[in-house]
Nanobody, 114 residues
Framework: QVQFVESGGGLVQVGGSLRLSCVVS????????IGWARQAPGKQRESVAAITPVGSTTYSNDVKGRFTIARDSAKNTVYLEMNSLNAEDTAVYYC????????WGQGTQVTVSS
């Protein structure tokens, strides 16, 4: 059974930074594409970043240059370093494989205040 446990969210001011963690069990983060997605209130879930087994990374235009995805294979964990946060980054952040698993973790809330 694949499970995702996200953490690291919180309340931060505009311009601040956060580092999210996603502990994965049931699949290897070094053998699967792992992505971060977010869902803001009233909006659909959207992908923001992904990392492939060979370490290639992709980002949505909204976060490119500000967010960095990385992994620690020994800990089977994927991270999302978020800098220069703005109010539009407020959302619940989730991780999943790509293609996605049928179940999602509980997510971690990121709130950016001005």
């Amino acid at each position: 059974q694949v499970q995702f446990v996200e953490s690291g969210g919180g309340l931060v001011q505009v311009g601040g930074s956060l580092r999210l963690s996603c502990v994965v069990s049931g699949v290897s983060v070094s053998r699967n594409i792992i992505g971060w997605a977010r869902q803001a209130p009233g909006k659909q879930r959207e992908s923001v970043a992904a990392i492939t087994p060979v370490g290639s990374t992709t980002y949505s235009n909204d976060v490119k240059g500000r967010f960095t995805i990385a992994r620690d294979s020994a800990k089977n964990t994927v991270y999302l370093e978020m800098n220069s946060l703005n109010a539009e980054d407020t959302a619940v952040y989730y991780c999943n494989t790509i293609p996605k698993q049928s179940t999602w973790g509980q997510g971690t809330q990121v709130t950016v205040s001005s």
